[in-house]
């Protein structure tokens, strides 16, 4: 599996972690006030769909890269999505799904502030697959339940649905993913939490909230939830 780092486990701090944000600005940074990190000392990571569907695709990246370098990657971290990939894809004529998941926003986004989307594909590509930290594994989308963490595929990691939250494997670490809304898990818009993975995209970008947990022990501590604040819903990828 490529493009896995684990963070210093020797370095103190609290834990957070934030779901899908699709270019739901105002939302993440009341999810960021709420939350209250020390970034300093504190780490968070951010499960992947920074764009896509929203109207703030643009502020979103924007306020992550200034974040990255004021504090780090260690400490704010930002995992690939499958949104980040179709971008890709895309631009490198390997795909034309971007076209039919909401790229007109980001698009839009971009070109509001005189900018071009393609001056942020080298940020998306480096961007991790996975992190570990203190027994939580984060990752877009899930793990494959019949390969190991070093067989992962790239396209589980950023796809994967039912074949992994169905799964009853039992891995050596709690999984904190997003990609998949909880309402389609819990018909709410809720974090939910199973044994051994815990879920945090609560649909934000389809008139539900956006979630940041803080996390401690395999489970989750803090939970800050904003709704949606436009009110408008969108259609699940």
């Known amino acids: 599996m490529e493009s896995r780092q684990n963070i210093d486990e020797s370095q103190p701090g609290r834990l957070f972690a934030i ?5 739901c600005y105002l939302e993440f940074c009341a999810v960021l006030d709420c939350l209250a990190p020390d970034l300093a000392l504190d780490y968070l990571v951010i499960v992947g769909d920074l764009i896509d569907r929203g109207p703030d695709s643009y502020e979103v990246v924007r306020k992550i890269r200034q974040m990255q370098t004021l504090y780090g990657t260690d400490h704010v971290t930002v995992l690939r ?6 971008a890709l894809d895309y631009f490198s004529g390997e795909g034309e799904w971007w076209n039919f ?3 007109e926003f980001t698009l839009a986004s971009y070109d509001k502030h005189g900018a071009t989307i393609q001056s942020d594909l080298d940020y998306f590509a480096g961007l991790p697959l996975t992190r570990e930290k203190d027994g939580f594994l984060f990752v877009h989308a899930g793990l494959n339940p019949h390969r190991s ?4 595929d790239e396209s589980d990691l950023l796809w994967i ?3 992994f939250y169905n ?3 039992q891995w ?3 999984i904190v993913f997003g990609h998949t809304p909880t309402y389609v898990l819990v018909r709410q818009d809720v974090p939910v939490s199973r044994s051994g993975w815990i879920a945090i995209d609560t649909g934000c970008v389809y008139g539900g909230s956006l979630t940041g947990v803080e996390l401690h022990n395999g489970a ?3 939970i800050c939830s904003v709704k949606r604040k436009d009110g408008r819903n969108g259609f699940v990828d």
């Open 19 to 23: 779901g899908d944000i699709h270019g």
């Open 81 to 86: 999505g499958n949104h980040e990939q179709m």
């Open 101 to 103: 998941n909401g790229n």
């Open 149 to 152: 963490l070093e067989q992962q």
């Open 161 to 163: 649905r039912e074949a």
């Open 167 to 169: 799964s009853r494997k």
């Open 172 to 174: 050596p670490f709690t």
């Open 220 to 222: 989750m501590t803090r």
